[in-house]
Nanobody
Framework: QVQLVESGGGLVQAGDSLRLSCAAS????????MAWFRQAPGKDREFVAAIWSGAGNRYYADSVKGRFTISRDNAKNTVYLQMNSLKPEDTAVYSC?????????????????WGQGTQVTVSS
């Protein structure tokens, strides 16, 4: 069982930066692949970024590549999402997810545990 709690969201202006954190419970955090997804009002949830356990391979959605960076600190049971050059279209609820399925890093079915989400609002 893994419990995930996100923090760090807020209201910022276009071009600003934010760092989201996701704290996980449990002693097996390092075994889990971790990801961030987001959902804007009226839209489906979409993949943002993922970081694998072990070698720490990282994957990004094309829309955030070069602006967002995912990282993890296994000693702190925490995964981060550094978001730079934010745009109004990045406005969404951001949720972190944990899973052990390597079959599809961008698919939400690969993750069995989800946080409640944190709101990010980017004004123009």
């Amino acid at each position: 069982q893994v419990q995930l709690v996100e923090s760090g969201g807020g209201l910022v202006q276009a071009g600003d930066s934010l760092r989201l954190s996701c704290a996980a419970s449990g002693r097996t955090f390092s075994r889990f692949n971790m990801a961030w997804f987001r959902q804007a009002p009226g839209k489906d949830r979409e993949f943002v970024a993922a970081i694998w356990s072990g070698a720490g391979n990282r994957y990004y959605a094309d829309s955030v590549k070069g602006r967002f960076t995912i990282s993890r600190d296994n000693a702190k049971n925490t995964v981060y999402l550094q978001m730079n050059s934010l745009k109004p279209e990045d406005t969404a609820v951001y949720s972190c997810a944990a899973g052990l399925d390597y079959s599809g890093y961008s698919q939400d079915r690969a993750y069995g545990y989800w946080g409640q989400g944190t709101q990010v609002t980017v004004s123009s």
